[in-house]
């Protein structure tokens, strides 16, 4: 799902972001979207895709003091899909924030 999302370098770091987020959805619908397809973008040459919409429920905020640095980069880069505009809004600008990575779309 978001396999594509990320450089291959970041394969770990991924999969432990997305193993921590709640499994728990709004209104119990699908995690992702998938009929409305994905946003995709181009960073040095690499296609990075991402489901439209993320339905998952918002993650409790002292988890991130447990992630690293990429790994907070690439849960607030999964949560600026939420299908919820406060949680996008909130995650947007964690990243900005933050010096984020070049592969980091906000």
């Known amino acids: 799902?978001?396999?594509?999302?990320?450089?291959?370098?970041?394969?770990?770091?991924?999969?432990?972001?997305?193993?921590?987020?709640p499994p728990k959805t709004y209104s119990n619908v699908n995690f992702v979207t998938s009929d409305t397809g994905d946003v995709i973008y181009f960073v040095e040459g690499t296609q990075i895709s991402f489901p439209y919409r993320f339905y998952s429920i918002d993650i409790e905020d002292f988890v991130l003091l447990e992630l690293s640095y990429t790994e907070r980069m690439i849960l607030h880069c999964i949560y600026t899909r939420s299908c919820d505009g406060y949680v996008r809004e909130k995650h947007i600008k964690a990243l900005l924030k933050?010096?984020?990575?070049?592969?980091?779309?906000?």
């Open 1 to 21: 799902m978001f396999d594509n999302g990320f450089p291959f370098v970041c394969d770990d770091a991924v999969n432990r972001v997305i193993s921590i987020i």
């Open 98 to 106: 933050e010096d984020f990575p070049g592969w980091a779309i906000p």
